[in-house]
């Protein structure tokens, strides 16, 4: 097996806790997405509106206008359409139910600890190189809102919902992504396997489920046992629209925090990269939430920079050059101020119409007027 040499070192030591599990993540480190790629050559010769037209008549299943496709977007879209065995819609209720009770908690612990954590790898090479965080960190994280919020909505994930459209849309611009790097002199195949490759992709989807329960619970997310499933199973299905091979794909909870973990001892130690987009994420929050003045943006912004510290802990924070805030009683007085909101709604019906989570939600995430494109 080749061991890409940035994961010489972690593979060594995450061998002697899990062999097999280190030995498939660093597998998967060299693999990217063969469906997804072999469609993304292919397009590449149509020109851009073309492509857009044929990717946008595929997701709408109008088979009229897929006469002069390639065989490689009908294969793809043959591929991934089926829901497999394992999927049960009905198990996704509770899950839903739970994201939209504690949806500012979700986008929370997203912003502050989840994102941060999993660029704290070498996932943030690719985003550092394309300069997505960069240069468009708000609208980056928008579009990611968006995401969760079309997962999350009942029958999202069903053929016709913008949840399963943005899912298998994020893998084509991946598989795009990772066409343009592959040739670029930026990117080194030697050092760091394939951009995007399955094992970050497989990765990030354990840090967007499980590992953002751990984050919700610490803010004072409320969830009972049948909700933290049904969460993590819509994750699952998402992450396998996302063309997570089952192969590293998590099967439950457990399965997927123990790639996490194993993934992360795998994974480099923290690079350049991962700093300036941690502190890209932190500054782009308050321009998400709508917050412009720059003092006030800056106050946020040292605000967050706290949660986020509390949340991911100080080893990581300070590996990314977080300010060396305090962290006693942070988490409790988040907790404490969730608590006061959420009795004052009850008290006032008024304060509770003004601090919707639906309209929230749709305040925070990116809406363009024409519609999901494919371009």
């Not at 394992?86 to 989840?114: E, I, K, Q, Y």
């Not at 994102?115 to 994280?141: C, M, P």
């Not at 990117?187 to 992709?201: F, L, Q, T």
């Amino acid at each position: 097996m080749f061991v890409p040499s940035d994961y010489a070192s972690g593979y060594e030591k995450a061998r002697l806790v899990d062999a097999d599990l280190a030995a498939r993540y660093v597998e998967h480190t060299t693999i990217g997405d063969p469906d997804a790629d072999a469609l993304a050559n292919d397009l590449a010769s149509f020109g851009h509106e073309e492509g857009a037209r044929l990717i946008t008549a595929a997701m709408n299943e109008d088979d009229a206008s897929l006469k002069d496709a390639p065989q490689s977007l009908l294969h793809f879209f043959e591929r991934c359409t089926p829901p497999p065995a394992w999927v049960d819609f009905d198990a996704f209720a509770p899950g839903v139910r739970m994201f939209h009770r504690n949806a500012p908690l979700v986008l929370g612990g997203m912003a502050g600890g989840t994102l941060i954590e999993g660029f704290s790898t070498n996932i943030a090479k690719s985003f550092f190189i394309t300069g997505r965080l960069r240069d468009q960190g708000v609208r980056r994280l928008r579009q990611n809102n968006r995401h969760m919020v079309e997962i999350f909505m009942p029958g999202g994930l069903r053929r016709q919902g913008d949840g399963w459209k943005l899912s298998v849309r994020i893998r084509l611009v991946h598989a795009m992504v990772r066409r343009l790097l592959a040739q670029s002199d930026d990117w080194d195949a030697e050092a760091w396997g394939a951009p995007i490759s399955a094992a970050h992709v497989g990765y990030a989807l354990t840090a967007f489920s499980a590992r953002l329960l751990k984050h919700l619970k610490s803010l004072g997310g409320r969830f009972d046992q049948e909700e933290r499933a049904g969460f993590i199973a819509v994750w699952r299905y998402s992450g396998y629209l996302l063309g997570v091979p089952e192969s590293i794909l998590y099967t439950d909870e457990e399965d997927a925090l123990r790639l996490f973990e194993i993934g992360g001892m795998c994974e480099p130690p923290v690079s350049m990269e991962s700093v300036v987009l941690a502190s890209s994420l932190v500054q782009s929050a308050a321009l998400v939430a709508g917050i412009e003045e720059s003092r006030a943006r800056r106050k946020l912004a040292h605000y967050v920079y706290r949660v986020s510290r509390a949340l991911i802990r100080p080893p990581l924070a300070n590996q990314l050059r977080y300010p060396r805030y305090p962290t006693f009683g942070v988490l409790w007085f988040f907790r404490m101020q969730n608590r006061y909101e959420r009795y004052m709604s009850k008290l006032f019906k008024n304060r509770a119409r003004r601090n919707n989570n639906l309209t929230s939600l749709f305040d925070v995430s990116a809406f363009d007027e024409q519609g999901i494109t494919y371009t």
